[in-house]
Nanobody, 124 residues
Framework: QVQLVESGGGLVQPGGSLRLSCAAS????????MGWFRQAHGKEREFVAA?????YYADSVKGRFTISRDSAKDTVYLQMDSLKPEDTAVYYC????????????????????WGQGTQVTVSS
């Protein structure tokens, strides 16, 4: 049974940083695409970042967020810097059973497995 478990969410002041982790178990995704999505209260879930052959980001987080992978641990990270109140959302980790080009990797339907989500709140 595949499981994705996110951690690292919490409350942070504007301008601060958080690092989210997503640990996979049940199968390895070290050679496949993994991504982060987020859903703010009352809004649709949206793409944030993904790692496949390379990395790609939503325009709203480019230059502030960094996605990375530790293949030995089957874990993906999302380093979030210069956080803004509009970054407040539940962040979800997702994994695909294949590599994804950016045109597919930004789409929720491209992913086969999802975590339960972790809350990130940016507020003073």
């Amino acid at each position: 049974q595949v499981q994705l478990v996110e951690s690292g969410g919490g409350l942070v002041q504007p301008g601060g940083s958080l690092r989210l982790s997503c640990a996979a178990s049940g199968r390895t995704f070290r050679s496949y695409a993994m991504g982060w999505f987020r859903q703010a209260h009352g809004k649709e879930r949206e793409f944030v970042a993904a790692i496949s052959w390379n990395t790609y980001y939503a325009d709203s987080v480019k230059g502030r967020f960094t996605i990375s992978r530790d293949s030995a641990k089957d874990t993906v990270y999302l380093q979030m810097d210069s956080l803004k109140p509009e970054d407040t959302a539940v962040y979800y980790c997702a994994a695909a059973g294949r590599l994804l080009a950016p045109s597919a990797g930004t789409l929720q339907r491209s992913y086969d497995y999802w975590g339960q989500g972790t809350q990130v709140t940016v507020s003073s």
